[in-house]
C-alpha cells in the first residue's frame, strides 16, 4: 500500500524585525501530529537547526544528559557510530552538538549552505528519535568501572568536573530552595556523580520511550532554506510517517505556589585555593512566561539596576573605596515561571567569623514598609564602615532590600525616567539579533515550546493540556512590547520592583571557599577506589579491564566502503549565501599634526550601527607602565572627564555620568590590551591597547569625540583607582579557581616572560594591584601619576597605530540622505582627534607633538613564537597543583609558524582537523577511553604555536600518551594511509571550509575577519576570502611535510612546553607518578613576575 503523502500545514506566521530586514517566523504542523518545524528566513551563509524534545526530571540521576550523549552513538537504521558526525561535517558544518536544559533537551547542527542541512536533517533526526542505546554505548559514554577500579565515563567525568565549582554548587542549591525539590527545576539535569553511578542502560532506554517521539518533537531552523525543500527530503524517511501513530499524554510541570518564610537561607561551602573570596546569589519567583510585557519589563528594570557603574547595583556594591563584590549578575531564568536571580560574585569572606556562621538552612522574616528611613546620610554611613562579616546572616540581604527599597519609595534620580533605559535596551536586543540571530532567535522560541508541552494554566490558553495552539515567537515581541513600556508612568515601576522584590519571599545561598575542601574531596575519592579495588581483588579487576576493552572495540568508528559510498557529495561552499562587503584601506600621510595613527581600514556591510577602533601600539611603552595597562583598561569610560574649552573653560563630569552617557551613547564598548582580551590575558597582539565601540549611525561624531574626549580628559583619581583595584584582586582569586584560565596563565607565564602578556597576568597583578592600594592609602600621586604617562604615551603612540572603522552601505558622515567616499571617512576621523588634541595641548601647555615618521599598520609587524622565549627559570615540562580544582588541564606547545610559511598553512590546518574533529583520532582515542571530556590540536596563528590541549581530564598523562602514539602512528608510511584516507581528508576540508564560511556570517564576524586579513597583509577581504581555494590543492605530500616539520616536535621533549593544572592534595601524586620524571612539581605563587 502507498505511503500516505506528509502534509505540513502553515500553523502561525508572525512578523520580525531584524537589524537591516524584516522577516517572518513561520510555525507548521505536520497534519495528525504534534511534530513542529519553524522556519525563520535569517539573511547570511550559515543555516541553523535546533532539535528540541521537552524533557523533565525527578531526582539527580541526570537522565536527560545521559541520553544527550548516547544519541550520537548510532540509530536503528545507521547503528555504525560516526556515521552521524562524519556526514555532518561533510556537510559542511563542524559537526553535531547538545546541551541539557531542566525542562528541555535541545540537539543543534549549523552548517554553510541549507544543501547540506537538507542531506544532514533526516539523519539527525533519525539519530534522536531511534538511537540504537546498546550497553557498550552506556559503559563508554556514561559509567564504568576501569581496570584500575577507577570510576569512568564521558557523563561521569564531565559531572565530576563540575558539580563542586562555585557555579555549579550555586545554581542548583538556589533552584533546590526556589522549587522546594518539588519540580524537574530542583534537580541536577546534568546528573550528579553518586546518581551517575547507580545508573543502568534500561533506566535510559525506558526514559527515551517515555519522552522521544513525534508529537514531543520540535524543529527550529534558521537561515536561507525553504521549507518545502525540507519537507521533501523528510517524504525518504519511513520513521516520519511510521512516528505519526503515536499517541502521547501530555506532561506537566507542578510549580510550588510559594516559597515558605520571608528568607529562606543555606551555607554552601566549595573547594578554593583561598578564602579570600565567595559569592551571594538571591532568587525570587517571576511572572509566567506567557506574561511576555511583565517578562520584559524586568529585563529593562535589570538593566536600570545593574547595566553600568552609574547604576544602583553597582553604586552600592562594587564601586565602593572598600567593595562588597566584584561582579553582580541580575536576570531571569528562561523557566516557566521566568525565576529572577542576583548573583554577587567576589564577595569578601571574613575567616574570623566562619565559625559563628549559620549551619544549614534557616527563615527570616524581614519586613520593610514604605515608612523605613533610607535617606541618603544613613546609606553613606553604611558605606563608610569598615567591612562588616558580609556573610552574617541578614547583613548582605538588608543591603539588597534597601536598595531596591529607595527606588520604590523615591523612584528614578535621573531625569527621563525609564526611558534612557529602554532606548538602551532596545540597542542592545538589536545588537543580539545582529551578531548572533540564529542563537537569539532559537533561545527565544525554545520557552514558548516548553510553555505548551509542559504549561498548565496559561492565561492564553496555549498549553496541550488546555487542548491549546502554541504560541511560537511570543518571546520575540520584545520591540512592540518596548514601545507599549515607554508610555508607562515611573510609577509602573516602581510597583512592578515592589512586586517582585519586595513583596514575595526570596532564597540566598552563602558560597563559602573552603581550603580544605578539596583535599577532602580528593581523599574520599581515593579511599573509596582503595576500597574498591580491595573488594573486587585482581580476577575480578581483570575482568573489568576485559569488559572495558570489549566495549571501546564495539564502539570504535568503523565505517565501512559501502556505508561511505552511500555519503552524498559534500557541497560546494561557494554556493552559500553572503552578506555583502567591501573593504578599503585608506593610509595617512604624516604625524606631523598629532594625529598618530597611519592607518584606517573601512568595511561596508550589512549592519544597522557604526563600529569603530581604536589601535594604539605599546611595545615601546616603558618597563616601569606596563603593569598599569589592567588598571587603565578598567578605568577606561569609568574616570571624570574635564574637557578644556577654548573660552578658557572646563566641563567636569563626575564618573557616574560618564559612565551612564557611554552606556546611553554607546551599544557596547570596551577597552583592552591586544585583541580577544580577558581581564589578565589577551588572544593576540599584546602590543595594542585597543578601543572598540558601536553606535548608531546618527550618533556617528558624538561617538568618535566622546572616545577621543575620554582618552585625552580623563582624570585618573585616588578613589577610582582603590576601588577599581580591589575589584581586580577579587578577580585574581577567581581566575586561580578556573583551571583553563589559570592553565593558560602559566603558559603564557613562561612562554612570553618578558613580554607584555607577562605583565598583565596576575602573576604580576596581584602583588602589583595590592601596591596600588598602598599607595591609595598614601594618598595615591604615584599611581596617577603613572596613569597619566600612559594615557600620554597612548595619545603620543609612535606606531605602528590603526583605525577600525564598520558602517553601513550608503553611509554618510553628514546625514543619511547621501553617501560618503571612504577618504571622507577616514578623514572625519582625523578632523575629530585633531580639533580634541588642540585643547589637549591648550590643557597642558603646548606638550610637543610625536612627530616620528610614520610606520606601516598592515601589514602588522610581528615576532612569531621561539623557546629562546621560554622562562629558563622553570623546566619545559610542569605540573602545577591548584587547591580549588577537581580535574586536570593540558597544554602542550610547539614552534609553528605558518604565516611566515604560508604554503605550510592549510596543510597544518587539514591535519589538525582530521585529529580533533568529532569522532575522529583523539576524539575516540582520548575521549571515548574516559581519560579526558575533550582534547584538541590548535593553531595559534598569530603567535606561531601549535598546541595540544586536553580539558576536563581524569587521566591526563594517558590522554597525552594516546596523542603522542598517534604522532608516531601518522610518521610511518602504514599509519599515514591509514588516518589519512580520501574520506578522511575530504571531511577535514569540509570541516575547514565551514569556519571560513561562518567567519563572514554576520557582520560582526566579518568586521573581525577584514581586520585579521588586513593585519597579514590582504588589501581586500575577498582576496582574503578567495584562499580558501588553497585549501583543495593540499596533497599527501604536504600533510607528510607538516606533520615531519611541526608535529613530530611533540615527540621531543627539548622542543615542547607542557603544562598541566591538577587537582591538589593526595591526587597531585596521581598525576605526577602518571607522568613519570621530567616533570617539575611547582605552586602557583612560584611564577610571580617580579
Given at each position: 500500500?502507498?505511503?500516505?503523502?506528509?502534509?505540513?500545514?502553515?500553523?502561525?506566521?508572525?512578523?520580525?524585525?531584524?537589524?537591516?530586514?524584516?522577516?517572518?517566523?513561520?510555525?507548521?504542523?505536520?497534519?495528525?501530529?504534534?511534530?513542529?518545524?519553524?522556519?525563520?528566513?535569517?539573511?547570511?551563509?550559515?543555516?541553523?537547526?535546533?532539535?528540541?524534545?521537552?524533557?523533565?526530571?525527578?531526582?539527580?540521576?541526570?537522565?536527560?544528559?545521559?541520553?544527550?550523549?548516547?544519541?550520537?552513538?548510532?540509530?536503528?537504521?545507521?547503528?555504525?557510530?560516526?556515521?552521524?558526525?562524519?556526514?555532518?561535517?561533510?556537510?559542511?558544518?563542524?559537526?553535531?552538538?547538545?546541551?541539557?536544559?531542566?525542562?528541555?533537551?535541545?540537539?543543534?547542527?549549523?552548517?554553510?549552505?541549507?544543501?547540506?542541512?537538507?542531506?544532514?536533517?533526516?539523519?539527525?533526526?533519525?539519530?534522536?528519535?531511534?538511537?540504537?542505546?546498546?550497553?557498550?554505548?552506556?559503559?563508554?559514554?556514561?559509567?564504568?568501572?576501569?581496570?584500575?577500579?577507577?570510576?569512568?565515563?564521558?557523563?561521569?567525568?564531565?559531572?565530576?568536573?563540575?558539580?563542586?565549582?562555585?557555579?555549579?554548587?550555586?545554581?542548583?542549591?538556589?533552584?533546590?530552595?526556589?522549587?522546594?525539590?518539588?519540580?524537574?527545576?530542583?534537580?541536577?539535569?546534568?546528573?550528579?556523580?553518586?546518581?551517575?553511578?547507580?545508573?543502568?542502560?534500561?533506566?535510559?532506554?525506558?526514559?527515551?520511550?517515555?519522552?522521544?517521539?513525534?508529537?514531543?518533537?520540535?524543529?527550529?531552523?534558521?537561515?536561507?532554506?525553504?521549507?518545502?525543500?525540507?519537507?521533501?527530503?523528510?517524504?525518504?524517511?519511513?520513521?516520519?510517517?511510521?512516528?505519526?501513530?503515536?499517541?502521547?499524554?501530555?506532561?506537566?510541570?507542578?510549580?510550588?505556589?510559594?516559597?515558605?518564610?520571608?528568607?529562606?537561607?543555606?551555607?554552601?561551602?566549595?573547594?578554593?585555593?583561598?578564602?579570600?573570596?565567595?559569592?551571594?546569589?538571591?532568587?525570587?519567583?517571576?511572572?509566567?512566561?506567557?506574561?511576555?510585557?511583565?517578562?520584559?519589563?524586568?529585563?529593562?528594570?535589570?538593566?536600570?539596576?545593574?547595566?553600568?557603574?552609574?547604576?544602583?547595583?553597582?553604586?552600592?556594591?562594587?564601586?565602593?573605596?572598600?567593595?562588597?563584590?566584584?561582579?553582580?549578575?541580575?536576570?531571569?531564568?528562561?523557566?516557566?515561571?521566568?525565576?529572577?536571580?542576583?548573583?554577587?560574585?567576589?564577595?569578601?569572606?571574613?575567616?574570623?567569623?566562619?565559625?559563628?556562621?549559620?549551619?544549614?538552612?534557616?527563615?527570616?522574616?524581614?519586613?520593610?514598609?514604605?515608612?523605613?528611613?533610607?535617606?541618603?546620610?544613613?546609606?553613606?554611613?553604611?558605606?563608610?564602615?569598615?567591612?562588616?562579616?558580609?556573610?552574617?546572616?541578614?547583613?548582605?540581604?538588608?543591603?539588597?532590600?534597601?536598595?531596591?527599597?529607595?527606588?520604590?519609595?523615591?523612584?528614578?534620580?535621573?531625569?527621563?525616567?525609564?526611558?534612557?533605559?529602554?532606548?538602551?535596551?532596545?540597542?542592545?536586543?538589536?545588537?543580539?539579533?545582529?551578531?548572533?540571530?540564529?542563537?537569539?532567535?532559537?533561545?527565544?522560541?525554545?520557552?514558548?515550546?516548553?510553555?505548551?508541552?509542559?504549561?498548565?494554566?496559561?492565561?492564553?490558553?496555549?498549553?496541550?493540556?488546555?487542548?491549546?495552539?502554541?504560541?511560537?515567537?511570543?518571546?520575540?515581541?520584545?520591540?512592540?512590547?518596548?514601545?507599549?513600556?515607554?508610555?508607562?508612568?515611573?510609577?509602573?515601576?516602581?510597583?512592578?520592583?515592589?512586586?517582585?522584590?519586595?513583596?514575595?519571599?526570596?532564597?540566598?545561598?552563602?558560597?563559602?571557599?573552603?581550603?580544605?575542601?578539596?583535599?577532602?574531596?580528593?581523599?574520599?575519592?581515593?579511599?573509596?577506589?582503595?576500597?574498591?579495588?580491595?573488594?573486587?581483588?585482581?580476577?575480578?579487576?581483570?575482568?573489568?579491564?576485559?569488559?572495558?576493552?570489549?566495549?571501546?572495540?564495539?564502539?570504535?568508528?568503523?565505517?565501512?566502503?559501502?556505508?561511505?559510498?552511500?555519503?552524498?557529495?559534500?557541497?560546494?561552499?561557494?554556493?552559500?549565501?553572503?552578506?555583502?562587503?567591501?573593504?578599503?584601506?585608506?593610509?595617512?600621510?604624516?604625524?606631523?599634526?598629532?594625529?598618530?595613527?597611519?592607518?584606517?581600514?573601512?568595511?561596508?556591510?550589512?549592519?544597522?550601527?557604526?563600529?569603530?577602533?581604536?589601535?594604539?601600539?605599546?611595545?615601546?611603552?616603558?618597563?616601569?607602565?606596563?603593569?598599569?595597562?589592567?588598571?587603565?583598561?578598567?578605568?577606561?569610560?569609568?574616570?571624570?572627564?574635564?574637557?578644556?574649552?577654548?573660552?578658557?573653560?572646563?566641563?567636569?563630569?563626575?564618573?557616574?555620568?560618564?559612565?551612564?552617557?557611554?552606556?546611553?551613547?554607546?551599544?557596547?564598548?570596551?577597552?583592552?590590551?591586544?585583541?580577544?582580551?580577558?581581564?589578565?590575558?589577551?588572544?593576540?597582539?599584546?602590543?595594542?591597547?585597543?578601543?572598540?565601540?558601536?553606535?548608531?549611525?546618527?550618533?556617528?561624531?558624538?561617538?568618535?569625540?566622546?572616545?577621543?574626549?575620554?582618552?585625552?580628559?580623563?582624570?585618573?583619581?585616588?578613589?577610582?583607582?582603590?576601588?577599581?583595584?580591589?575589584?581586580?584582586?577579587?578577580?585574581?582569586?577567581?581566575?586561580?579557581?578556573?583551571?583553563?584560565?589559570?592553565?593558560?596563565?602559566?603558559?603564557?607565564?613562561?612562554?612570553?616572560?618578558?613580554?607584555?602578556?607577562?605583565?598583565?597576568?596576575?602573576?604580576?597583578?596581584?602583588?602589583?594591584?595590592?601596591?596600588?592600594?598602598?599607595?591609595?592609602?598614601?594618598?595615591?600621586?604615584?599611581?596617577?601619576?603613572?596613569?597619566?604617562?600612559?594615557?600620554?604615551?597612548?595619545?603620543?603612540?609612535?606606531?605602528?597605530?590603526?583605525?577600525?572603522?564598520?558602517?553601513?552601505?550608503?553611509?554618510?558622515?553628514?546625514?543619511?540622505?547621501?553617501?560618503?567616499?571612504?577618504?571622507?571617512?577616514?578623514?572625519?576621523?582625523?578632523?575629530?582627534?585633531?580639533?580634541?588634541?588642540?585643547?589637549?595641548?591648550?590643557?597642558?601647555?603646548?606638550?610637543?607633538?610625536?612627530?616620528?615618521?610614520?610606520?606601516?599598520?598592515?601589514?602588522?609587524?610581528?615576532?612569531?613564537?621561539?623557546?629562546?622565549?621560554?622562562?629558563?627559570?622553570?623546566?619545559?615540562?610542569?605540573?602545577?597543583?591548584?587547591?580549588?580544582?577537581?580535574?586536570?588541564?593540558?597544554?602542550?606547545?610547539?614552534?609553528?609558524?605558518?604565516?611566515?610559511?604560508?604554503?605550510?598553512?592549510?596543510?597544518?590546518?587539514?591535519?589538525?582537523?582530521?585529529?580533533?574533529?568529532?569522532?575522529?583520532?583523539?576524539?575516540?582515542?582520548?575521549?571515548?577511553?574516559?581519560?579526558?571530556?575533550?582534547?584538541?590540536?590548535?593553531?595559534?596563528?598569530?603567535?606561531?604555536?601549535?598546541?595540544?590541549?586536553?580539558?576536563?581530564?581524569?587521566?591526563?598523562?594517558?590522554?597525552?600518551?594516546?596523542?603522542?602514539?598517534?604522532?608516531?602512528?601518522?610518521?610511518?608510511?602504514?599509519?599515514?594511509?591509514?588516518?589519512?584516507?580520501?574520506?578522511?581528508?575530504?571531511?577535514?576540508?569540509?570541516?575547514?571550509?565551514?569556519?571560513?564560511?561562518?567567519?563572514?556570517?554576520?557582520?560582526?564576524?566579518?568586521?573581525?575577519?577584514?581586520?585579521?586579513?588586513?593585519?597579514?597583509?590582504?588589501?581586500?577581504?575577498?582576496?582574503?576570502?578567495?584562499?580558501?581555494?588553497?585549501?583543495y590543492q593540499v596533497t599527501k605530500a604536504d600533510l607528510k611535510r607538516v606533520i615531519e616539520t611541526y608535529f613530530k616536535l611533540f615527540l621531543l621533549e627539548d622542543m615542547r612546553v607542557t603544562v598541566v593544572t591538577s587537582p591538589g592534595g593526595d591526587e597531585t601524586a596521581q598525576v605526577c607518578e602518571g607522568f613519570g620524571k621530567g616533570y617539575q612539581v611547582r605552586k602557583l605563587e612560584d611564577f610571580q613576575v617580579v
Amino acid at each position: 500500500m502507498e505511503k500516505k503523502k506528509l502534509n505540513f500545514i502553515l500553523e502561525s506566521k508572525q512578523p520580525l524585525a531584524l537589524p537591516t530586514t524584516n522577516t517572518f517566523i513561520k510555525t507548521y504542523q505536520l497534519e495528525n501530529s504534534d511534530f513542529r518545524v519553524v522556519f525563520v528566513d535569517v539573511p547570511g551563509p550559515l543555516v541553523s537547526c535546533s532539535i528540541v524534545i521537552p524533557t523533565l526530571s525527578n531526582d539527580n540521576k541526570g537522565l536527560p544528559h545521559t541520553l544527550e550523549h548516547l544519541i550520537f552513538c548510532g540509530s536503528e537504521s545507521m547503528p555504525h557510530r560516526g556515521y552521524l558526525d562524519n556526514l555532518a561535517t561533510r556537510c559542511l558544518s563542524t559537526g553535531t552538538n547538545a546541551y541539557t536544559a531542566e525542562d528541555h533537551t535541545c540537539y543543534e547542527i549549523t552548517t554553510a549552505g541549507s544543501e547540506g542541512m537538507l542531506q544532514i536533517f533526516p539523519v539527525f533526526l533519525d539519530h534522536v528519535l531511534n538511537p540504537t542505546l546498546i550497553e557498550s554505548q552506556f559503559m563508554t559514554e556514561v559509567y564504568h568501572l576501569d581496570g584500575e577500579g577507577k570510576e569512568q565515563g564521558v557523563v561521569f567525568c564531565e559531572m565530576a568536573s563540575r558539580e563542586n565549582t562555585e557555579a555549579d554548587l550555586l545554581d542548583l542549591n538556589l533552584r533546590k530552595l526556589l522549587y522546594q525539590n518539588q519540580t524537574t527545576y530542583s534537580f541536577e539535569c546534568g546528573g550528579l556523580t553518586p546518581d551517575i553511578a547507580n545508573l543502568t542502560n534500561q533506566e535510559i532506554i525506558d526514559y527515551h520511550k517515555k519522552f522521544y517521539h513525534l508529537n514531543n518533537c520540535y524543529v527550529i531552523m534558521c537561515g536561507q532554506i525553504r521549507p518545502s525543500d525540507l519537507f521533501e527530503e523528510l517524504e525518504k524517511f519511513p520513521f516520519i510517517h511510521q512516528g505519526i501513530t503515536s499517541k502521547w499524554e501530555p506532561l506537566q510541570i507542578q510549580l510550588p505556589a510559594t516559597i515558605p518564610g520571608k528568607l529562606v537561607s543555606k551555607n554552601v561551602p566549595f573547594p578554593s585555593d583561598s578564602e579570600d573570596v565567595g559569592s551571594i546569589g538571591y532568587g525570587w519567583k517571576g511572572p509566567p512566561s506567557e506574561d511576555v510585557k511583565t517578562t520584559v519589563a524586568l529585563e529593562v528594570l535589570y538593566r536600570y539596576f545593574n547595566d553600568n557603574p552609574s547604576s544602583p547595583f553597582p553604586q552600592r556594591f562594587t564601586e565602593k573605596s572598600t567593595p562588597f563584590a566584584n561582579y553582580i549578575d541580575l536576570s531571569s531564568k528562561n523557566h516557566l515561571d521566568s525565576p529572577i536571580t542576583l548573583i554577587f560574585s567576589g564577595v569578601p569572606y571574613k575567616q574570623s567569623h566562619q565559625d559563628s556562621e549559620m549551619e544549614g538552612e534557616s527563615e527570616e522574616d524581614e519586613e520593610y514598609s514604605d515608612d523605613d528611613s533610607m535617606d541618603g546620610e544613613s546609606e553613606k554611613s553604611t558605606m563608610d564602615q569598615d567591612l562588616p562579616d558580609l556573610f552574617a546572616p541578614g547583613v548582605y540581604h538588608k543591603m539588597v532590600i534597601e536598595c531596591i527599597h529607595d527606588f520604590v519609595v523615591n523612584g528614578f534620580k535621573q531625569p527621563g525616567g525609564m526611558t534612557p533605559t529602554i532606548k538602551r535596551h532596545l540597542l542592545k536586543t538589536s545588537e543580539e539579533l545582529e551578531d548572533s540571530p540564529h542563537e537569539t532567535i532559537a533561545m527565544n522560541l525554545v520557552i514558548d515550546i516548553i510553555r505548551y508541552s509542559f504549561g498548565q494554566n496559561s492565561s492564553l490558553k496555549d498549553t496541550k493540556v488546555q487542548g491549546g495552539t502554541p504560541k511560537i515567537g511570543l518571546g520575540m515581541q520584545v520591540m512592540s512590547i518596548l514601545d507599549l513600556l515607554e508610555k508607562e508612568p515611573d510609577s509602573y515601576w516602581q510597583q512592578l520592583a515592589k512586586q517582585y522584590f519586595l513583596d514575595q519571599p526570596a532564597c540566598e545561598i552563602f558560597m563559602i571557599p573552603d581550603v580544605e575542601l578539596s583535599n577532602k574531596l580528593t581523599e574520599n575519592k581515593l579511599t573509596k577506589e582503595q576500597s574498591r579495588v580491595k573488594a573486587i581483588g585482581p580476577k575480578g579487576l581483570l575482568e573489568l579491564k576485559a569488559k572495558v576493552d570489549q566495549a571501546i572495540l564495539e564502539n570504535q568508528v568503523n565505517l565501512t566502503a559501502q556505508v561511505i559510498s552511500r555519503m552524498p557529495p559534500i557541497p560546494d561552499v561557494s554556493k552559500a549565501s553572503t552578506i555583502r562587503s567591501q573593504m578599503q584601506i585608506i593610509d595617512y600621510e604624516s604625524l606631523d599634526d598629532g594625529f598618530g595613527f597611519s592607518s584606517c581600514q573601512i568595511i561596508h556591510t550589512e549592519t544597522g550601527f557604526c563600529h569603530l577602533g581604536l589601535a594604539m601600539n605599546i611595545e615601546q611603552l616603558p618597563k616601569h607602565l606596563r603593569p598599569y595597562l589592567v588598571l587603565f583598561q578598567e578605568l577606561f569610560f569609568t574616570c571624570p572627564l574635564e574637557l578644556w574649552l577654548f573660552n578658557n573653560n572646563i566641563t567636569k563630569m563626575n564618573y557616574q555620568q560618564v559612565a551612564q552617557y557611554a552606556s546611553e551613547l554607546f551599544v557596547s564598548h570596551e577597552c583592552g590590551v591586544g585583541l580577544g582580551n580577558s581581564i589578565f590575558s589577551t588572544g593576540s597582539l599584546s602590543e595594542l591597547v585597543t578601543i572598540f565601540v558601536t553606535a548608531k549611525p546618527s550618533e556617528w561624531e558624538t561617538m568618535i569625540r566622546f572616545v577621543v574626549q575620554v582618552l585625552m580628559f580623563s582624570k585618573f583619581t585616588k578613589d577610582r583607582i582603590m576601588t577599581t583595584a580591589k575589584n581586580l584582586i577579587s578577580s585574581v582569586s577567581d581566575t586561580k579557581n578556573d583551571g583553563s584560565a589559570a592553565l593558560n596563565a602559566v603558559v603564557t607565564r613562561i612562554t612570553q616572560y618578558n613580554s607584555i602578556d607577562s605583565d598583565i597576568s596576575i602573576f604580576k597583578q596581584e602583588s602589583f594591584l595590592k601596591s596600588v592600594v598602598e599607595d591609595c592609602k598614601n594618598g595615591g600621586s604615584k599611581s596617577v601619576q603613572m596613569l597619566d604617562q600612559l594615557r600620554e604615551f597612548l595619545v603620543n603612540s609612535p606606531g605602528p597605530s590603526f583605525i577600525r572603522v564598520g558602517v553601513p552601505f550608503y553611509f554618510s558622515v553628514i546625514n543619511a540622505r547621501s553617501t560618503t567616499n571612504d577618504v571622507d571617512i577616514a578623514q572625519d576621523i582625523k578632523r575629530i582627534w585633531i580639533s580634541e588634541r588642540e585643547k589637549l595641548n591648550t590643557f597642558e601647555k603646548k606638550r610637543k607633538l610625536n612627530t616620528a615618521e610614520l610606520k606601516p599598520a598592515f601589514p602588522f609587524p610581528r615576532t612569531a613564537y621561539s623557546l629562546d622565549q621560554v622562562d629558563q627559570s622553570f623546566a619545559k615540562s610542569l605540573i602545577v597543583p591548584i587547591a580549588g580544582m577537581t580535574t586536570s588541564y593540558l597544554c602542550q606547545i610547539v614552534e609553528c609558524d605558518l604565516l611566515t610559511n604560508r604554503a605550510d598553512f592549510f596543510p597544518t590546518m587539514l591535519v589538525s582537523e582530521l585529529l580533533s574533529r568529532a569522532e575522529g583520532p583523539l576524539y575516540c582515542g582520548i575521549r571515548g577511553k574516559g581519560y579526558a571530556y575533550g582534547a584538541n590540536v590548535n593553531c595559534y596563528l598569530w603567535a606561531g604555536q601549535l598546541s595540544i590541549d586536553i580539558y576536563r581530564s581524569s587521566e591526563p598523562s594517558k590522554a597525552l600518551a594516546v596523542f603522542h602514539d598517534l604522532i608516531k602512528y601518522i610518521s610511518t608510511d602504514k599509519g599515514f594511509e591509514e588516518t589519512f584516507t580520501e574520506f578522511e581528508i575530504d571531511t577535514a576540508q569540509a570541516g575547514i571550509a565551514y569556519r571560513w564560511a561562518s567567519d563572514g556570517a554576520t557582520a560582526s564576524s566579518l568586521l573581525s575577519t577584514a581586520l585579521r586579513a588586513s593585519l597579514r597583509g590582504y588589501k581586500d577581504i575577498k582576496d582574503y576570502q578567495s584562499v580558501i581555494r588553497e585549501l583543495y590543492q593540499v596533497t599527501k605530500a604536504d600533510l607528510k611535510r607538516v606533520i615531519e616539520t611541526y608535529f613530530k616536535l611533540f615527540l621531543l621533549e627539548d622542543m615542547r612546553v607542557t603544562v598541566v593544572t591538577s587537582p591538589g592534595g593526595d591526587e597531585t601524586a596521581q598525576v605526577c607518578e602518571g607522568f613519570g620524571k621530567g616533570y617539575q612539581v611547582r605552586k602557583l605563587e612560584d611564577f610571580q613576575v617580579v
